[in-house]
């Protein structure tokens, strides 16, 4: 059974940094990529980066040059750094284990509980 508990949120003044900590239990973790989403207020889900086993990552537009995904596989857990964040970055972040499909990440149905970022302007 595949569990995934995110840290690591809070509330952090416009330009602050926060680092997500998810993690994973069973053995997906060590062969499946992993992906942060995010939920804002009244906003769809959307992916904001992944990572592969292997350590290729991808970000949305939004966010390349001020968060890193990274993992440890050794510790089964994948991180998000987020740097100079925005009041526009406000949502619940979500880990996901997922797959590629055609190239691009797929979520499996692996979510976290979710944590709450809030940025205040």
């Known amino acids: 059974q595949v569990q995934l508990v995110e840290s690591g949120g809070g509330l952090v003044q416009a330009g602050g940094s926060l680092r997500l900590s998810c993690a994973a239990s069973?053995?997906?973790?060590?062969?499946?990529?992993m992906g942060w989403y995010r939920q804002g207020p009244g906003k769809q889900r959307e992916l904001v980066a992944d990572?592969?086993?292997?350590?290729?990552?991808f970000y949305a537009d939004s966010v390349k040059g001020r968060f890193t995904i990274s993992r440890d596989n050794a510790k089964n857990t994948v991180y998000l750094q987020m740097n100079s964040l925005k009041p526009e970055d406000t949502a619940v972040y979500y880990c996901?284990?997922?797959?590629?499909?055609?190239?691009?990440?797929?979520?499996?149905?692996?979510w976290g509980q979710g944590t709450q970022v809030t940025v205040s302007s």
């Open positions: 996901n284990a997922g797959t590629y499909l055609s190239g691009s990440y797929s979520p499996l149905n692996y």
């Open positions: 069973g053995s997906i973790f060590s062969t499946n990529p």
């Open positions: 990572i592969s086993s292997s350590g290729r990552t």
